[in-house]
């Protein structure tokens, strides 16, 4: 079975350069609690659902006991170990003496043989577990310095999988168990160092402030890094980031004693499925827009791991100096923390949560909504019995704190926002259709009725004539027929030899009686015809009237269509001021967050996600891409051509992206191959726009990181166009671009000479008017690394002569600040000191301008161990400087 071991143990990581692109992701919606639910086993399809109530959860506290040292090993052999657990009934024996013991029950209790995976499945798993649900969690390690708290926590188990610490193994469960496509994982690593909150992912981000929710006491810390992570190689190596900029120091008790509470918070966002939130139909609204308006649940939930430095009383550690102010500091904290634990233990009326910067992070911990394990770490020797009494009553006050543990969950917004878009849009060109599809029937409709009218009173005309002329012809043939006849018929009465001839006459006159009925059989026959055609018009007309009345109704038909997109621009509207106040309590939300530092500069890639819009609702997704989805959306080609739009906002833009994309190191060879290079420096000569020298100069300073684009960026002109921006800049932020991207330049060896020559010391000194300490960070970070350069040069026998930042006047700003507040400029300063001071021909003018005081203080006060190591043996090597200190009776 594996052990662990405590202080003295070589478990703390090595420094590792790391670049993160960081994201603040803005929430300033309602939140809705509910209750907790009862211990819940891994799987996720067995929880059962919360309730509306919270329910009362209190702090879990197990015990564990770190093994003999190899001092104690020695010291103490022949005495017995100060505890004895019982790990069977969850007991602890405190000896007072050889015959009498004190006896305590904690909820666990983890000897010496315990596995790491053992203490994690009771002391961490139901706190991650309850963070996948939704609620808050805490597992904190309290314990004297060197019991293995930082070992218990924190171990990365890169050589041993079997010692991986709680935080390896909880974001290894919660991967696990979320889905990448719908759920977000985000990480902030902070430590309290000296009643200071410093960022672990930022080192240059060490004042960050507290903000308190006046309605509801919520602790937040806008100003942290938030990093989005999506698998846990990620995580595991900005871990390893945070570890090497944690302040740690050699103490009697501990060989590498943490100097700070460090602090790790993860924040899980789900989706929840097949869930529809409850939403009334208010105002008259169309219950199809209601059923639309029903936002997602998302459930939100914040893990907190805390890693509290040790207690140590100063006689055992042997603490002094600075490292002394370190204890006080970390003493008072603890004591802080434990009259809280105290003041909730005894339920009073007040808790001074606010005497401490630490027990108002923990706020929400103890006596708050989260449900809390508190994991203590005590050690065996008799000589340290005070030191673990004191741990084990801690534990004991801490069992008896009620937190009122709650669900967080709240709708999601911004996906309703989205899905309110895409609808928007489906709607509109659906009514647009409708309409255009309704307006070609009604004229087809109106077209045919007149044809066929037009036709049917011309086939009228046309019958009618023709009928007219063919009984008129009739009836004019047949009066001639009966006129000649009966002129013949007096021929015939007339002449003598006809009047014997009675009979034939009387014959013709029959037959004239028949065609006269027959023309009146066929003049009746006509006069049918024509009432014929008259009922064929009537009918026709009828048809027509029926026409007219169907395009009555049609038109009707438009009205209502027409007050039916009325009604849906109406909701349209409604929809539209909606997401205007959801856009400016996002603004209200940023404009917040940034009044505490400058705004980031890598949310440049909003602006080109915007340009990209149709083609995403033409997808139907409705979500942003990532970098690589715009590479494969956009291609590079056409990013870099944006850079040279008419428009101003469309280059700010791409600007932007490409800053963002030369924040990756895999993207920086093809910006460069596709001519990035080239545009970003034409950019900084031709544009006027402050906006653009800021992002352009700090997407310079990225690819800047890399040797060969180093070498590029000087052949094409870049220090000269970067002093130039330099000199006509005033805003900040600015400034601090500019001096990112000199910095990085004054690390090449080779282009020392060439970086001199064309101003970029100068143009570094020149930024110091000013004042904001993250231009000063930046300034001095270049002029440490190119003293560096010039002393390695030195040793090397390439370079002789006094150093070009003397010869340029940069000496007299570096004393100044070698003692500067900010710790980022004094550590840049003070490594430029020790740098310039190991060549021998620097030392006359460094003792004229004050520096040999200054390498005299880092020696003696730097927190440094490295630096303050380089500047003893720099002081002891030179003879220039030990005949001064002689001189003027410096005992060193």
Not at 551 to 580: C, T
Not at 615 to 621: D, K, L, T, V
Not at 726 to 733: K, L, M, V
Request: net charge neutral.
């Amino acid at each position: 079975m594996a052990t662990y071991q405590g202080g003295g143990s070589s478990y703390r990581n090595g420094s590792h350069s790391h670049r993160s692109s960081l994201k603040d992701k803005v929430d300033s919606h309602t939140q809705r609690t509910l209750s907790l639910k009862p211990h819940l086993k891994s799987k996720p399809n067995q929880r059962r659902n919360s309730t509306d109530t919270a329910v009362p959860g209190r702090v879990r506290v197990a015990v564990r006991l770190r093994p003999r040292n190899a001092e104690e090993s020695v010291a103490d052999a022949d005495f017995a170990d100060c505890v004895e657990l019982q790990p069977e009934l969850k007991r602890l024996k405190l000896r007072k003496n050889n015959w009498d013991a004190d006896t305590y029950e904690f909820d666990e209790v983890l000897t010496e043989f315990a596995s790491q995976k053992r203490v994690y499945e009771v002391v961490a798993r139901p706190v991650v577990e309850s963070v996948l649900d939704g609620y808050n969690g805490t597992i904190m390690a309290y314990g004297q310095t060197g019991t293995g708290k930082t070992y218990t926590l924190g171990r990365l188990g890169e050589e041993d999988t079997a010692a991986r610490g709680i935080m390896v193994r909880a974001m290894e469960d919660i991967f696990a168990d979320v889905s990448l496509e719908t759920d977000s994982v985000s990480v902030s690593y902070l430590q309290l160092y000296m009643e200071t909150i410093q960022d672990l992912l930022d080192p240059t981000n060490d004042n960050i402030t507290i903000v308190e929710d006046p309605k509801t006491g919520d602790v937040s810390l806008p100003g942290a890094s938030l990093v989005e992570i999506r698998d846990q190689q990620s995580f595991v190596e900005l871990l390893r980031l945070g570890e090497a900029h944690r302040f740690a120091a050699n103490t009697k008790l501990n060989t590498e004693s943490s100097r700070s509470h460090a602090i790790l918070m993860v924040h899980v966002k789900r989706s929840i499925k097949g869930r529809d939130a409850a939403l009334s139909s208010e105002n008259g609204n169309h219950p199809h827009m209601v059923k639309l308006l029903k936002p997602p649940v998302v459930r939100k939930g914040k893990l907190v791991v805390v890693d509290l430095a040790g207690s140590e009383r100063i006689d055992k550690s042997g603490s002094e100096g600075h490292t002394l102010e370190e204890a006080k500091s970390i003493n008072l904290s603890l004591s802080a923390l434990g009259k809280c634990i105290n003041a909730l233990a005894e339920n009073s009326a007040h808790v001074p949560f606010r005497d401490s910067k630490l027990t108002r992070l923990l706020r929400d911990s103890f006596g708050g909504t989260a449900r809390t394990s508190l994991v203590i770490t005590i050690g065996p020797s008799p000589r340290h019995r005070g030191e673990t009494a004191s741990t084990i009553m801690f534990g004991q006050r801490a069992m008896k704190v009620e937190n009122m543990v709650k669900l967080k969950e709240e709708f999601d917004y911004k996906s309703l926002s989205r899905r309110l878009d895409v609808e928007l849009d489906k709607l509109i060109m659906e009514h647009e259709r409708q309409q255009k599809a309704f307006e070609d029937e009604i004229e087809r409709l109106d077209t045919e009725a007149q044809h066929r009218i037009s036709e049917a009173e011309r086939n009228y005309v046309d019958s009618l004539e023709k009928e007219r002329s063919k009984y008129q012809k009739d009836y004019m043939e047949s009066i001639k027929k009966l006129e000649e006849q009966l002129v013949m018929n007096q021929r015939k009465n007339e002449d003598p030899y006809m009047k014997s001839s009675g009979e034939v006459s009387a014959e013709e006159l029959a037959d004239l009686k028949k065609m006269l009925q027959k023309e009146t059989l066929l003049r009746k026959a006509a006069e049918g015809e024509v009432n014929n055609l008259k009922i064929q018009v009537t009918e026709l007309k009828k048809s027509e009237a029926s026409g007219k009345s169907e395009i009555l109704k049609l038109h009707k038909m438009l009205e209502d269509e027409a007050q039916q997109k009325e009604k849906l621009e109406g909701e349209i509207a409604i929809l539209q001021s909606q997401l205007l106040q959801l856009s400016l309590q996002t603004d209200e939300t940023r404009r917040q967050l940034d009044r505490d530092g400058f705004e980031k500069e890598v949310d440049g890639l909003d602006s080109l996600t915007s340009q990209v819009k149709h083609q995403q609702q033409a997808s139907g997704n409705g979500e942003k891409p990532s970098i690589a989805k715009l590479f494969e959306q956009v291609g590079l080609q056409k990013i870099l051509s944006l850079l040279e739009a008419e428009d101003a906002d469309v280059r700010v833009h791409a600007v932007k992206v490409v800053a963002n994309l030369a924040a990756e190191e895999t993207n920086q060879g093809k910006i460069v191959q596709a001519g990035g290079l080239t545009s970003l420096l034409t950019l900084l000569k031709s544009s006027q726009d402050e906006t653009i020298h800021r992002v352009a100069a700090g997407a310079i300073a990225n690819l800047a990181m890399n040797e060969t684009n180093q070498e590029l960026i000087m052949a094409q002109g870049g220090i000269s166009l970067l002093s130039m921006t330099a000199a006509n800049a005033e805003d900040p932020q600015t400034l601090r671009m500019v001096a990112g991207a000199i910095a990085n330049l004054c690390g090449n060896d080779k282009l020392q000479i060439k970086l001199r020559s064309e101003g970029g010391i100068k143009a570094l000194l020149g930024m110091v008017r000013c004042k904001h300490p993250d231009v000063h960070a930046q300034v001095a970070r270049g002029i440490a690394n190119f003293a560096k350069c010039e002393s390695r040069a030195s040793s090397q026998g390439t370079k002789s002569g006094r150093s070009f930042l003397i010869e340029d006047g940069a000496l007299p700003w570096i004393v100044q600040n070698a003692n500067n507040e900010a710790s980022s400029v004094r550590r840049h300063i003070e490594l430029a000191l020790c740098h310039l001071a190991q060549h021998e021909v620097n030392a006359r003018d460094m003792i004229s301008g004050g520096a040999l005081w200054e390498l005299v203080r880092i020696s003696r006060d730097c927190s440094r161990e490295d630096i303050k190591t380089l500047a003893h043996r720099t002081l002891v090597s030179s003879p220039t400087f030990q005949a001064e200190m002689r001189r003027l009776r410096v005992n060193y």
